[in-house]
């Protein structure tokens, strides 16, 4: 097994005290069976036994990366965004106000 049986609740309350952080007694125990689940997921992962000639499906700033060529593009001009220039104030395209 990855990680055997941890007693998460009391390492939940621990760490609640070193970040200064109340939590009531409902929300640790979700932690708990929450961080119970991906070991248990993490566990089956382990269990398949899978060879080290399997590629991983991600790539890492660590050693080699399988990623396309770099394409430059000429960006497009404030004109192009807004031929009319409605939405231009001060040389910027103004947007939506959002929260």
Excluded: C, Q
Aim: proline share 4%; glycine share 4%; charged share 35%.
């Amino acid at each position: 097994m990855w990680l055997s049986r941890v007693d998460w609740e009391k390492i939940i309350k621990h760490l609640s005290i070193l970040a200064l952080v109340e939590a009531d007694t409902a929300r640790i125990e979700s932690l708990a069976r929450d961080l119970e689940k991906i070991v248990e997921m993490f566990n089956k992962i382990v269990e398949l036994n899978i060879p080290e000639i399997v590629e991983p499906l991600y790539t890492t700033f660590f050693g080699e990366i399988n990623l396309e060529e770099d394409v430059e593009w000429e960006s497009m001009g404030i004109r192009e965004l807004d031929p009319t220039g409605e939405r231009l104030e001060d040389g910027y395209v103004k947007s939506p106000k959002t929260l």
